[in-house]
């Protein structure tokens, strides 16, 4: 562990507590060859007298308003229109779309009751609600009104996708999770406030949420362009 994360972990594991963030390095995203940003954000956690540090976190780059469109216009099959349509609109989480029931559904209010990560009580007992757009409260309402379930599993979903992905030709790896970025990013773009969508993704922590804030130069200079 310490040969392989290099002298800063080493000093950390001589250290005092009290002492690890001015040891720590700023947050500080690399691009990586394959284009995706290595996010360096070091966690220092203490459990008793052992100390374990998590040091990288992938950033998943979102979707582009194209490649979003081309993998929508690329299904052919209902199951295929309700999965991609469902994680780009409500940015689920792959098991949370395959424990939707349509008891999940809040018809009147068009919205989703969804039983996500954690909990007070035990594992899936955090609720969040998440709107529904016009376009998925279409899909999922014909979808539940032929099935109870969602009837697909996680990894199911996940090969619908990537089945989807590859025949919409986009070449960036497609997944639920890159799905759920996309959805975020689209919000960001719409005004939607980070506190917002942190409800909306179902995180304990701002800075959770923060990661998924992917916005490309373009729209950041677009956005400066249209306030000054």
Not at 62 to 74: G, Q, S
Not at 153 to 169: D, E, F, L
Request: charged share 20%; hydrophobic share 35%; glycine share 6%.
């Amino acid at each position: 562990m310490r040969t392989a994360c290099g002298p800063l972990v080493n000093r950390l594991f001589n250290r005092s507590p009290s002492t690890y963030k001015s040891e720590l390095p700023p947050f500080n995203p690399v691009t990586l060859p394959s284009g995706h940003l290595l996010h360096i954000a070091p966690i220092v956690r203490i459990f008793g007298n052992i100390r374990t540090m998590a040091i990288y976190q992938y950033k998943r780059e979102p979707l582009t308003n194209e490649n979003a469109d081309r993998l929508t216009n690329a299904c052919r099959s209902g199951i295929e229109k309700v999965v991609i349509s469902t994680l780009l609109d409500t940015g689920l989480r792959v098991s949370e779309l395959a424990a939707l029931t349509k008891e999940n559904v809040l018809w009147q209010d068009r919205r989703l009751l969804v039983y996500g990560k954690g909990g007070p009580f035990g594992k899936k007992t955090k609720r969040r609600i998440v709107p529904l757009t016009e376009r998925a409260f279409t899909i999922l309402s014909n979808y539940f009104s032929l099935n109870d379930t969602f009837g697909y599993t996680a990894r199911g979903i996940q090969k619908i996708v990537r089945r989807v992905s590859n025949r919409a030709g986009i070449s960036q790896k497609v997944s639920p999770h890159v799905l759920r970025h996309t959805f975020a990013a689209a919000c960001v773009k719409k005004g939607l406030s980070t506190r917002y969508l942190q409800m909306f993704l179902g995180h304990d922590h701002l800075s959770t949420t923060e990661i998924y804030l992917n916005v490309s130069p373009e729209d950041a200079c677009a956005e400066f362009k249209k306030r000054f």
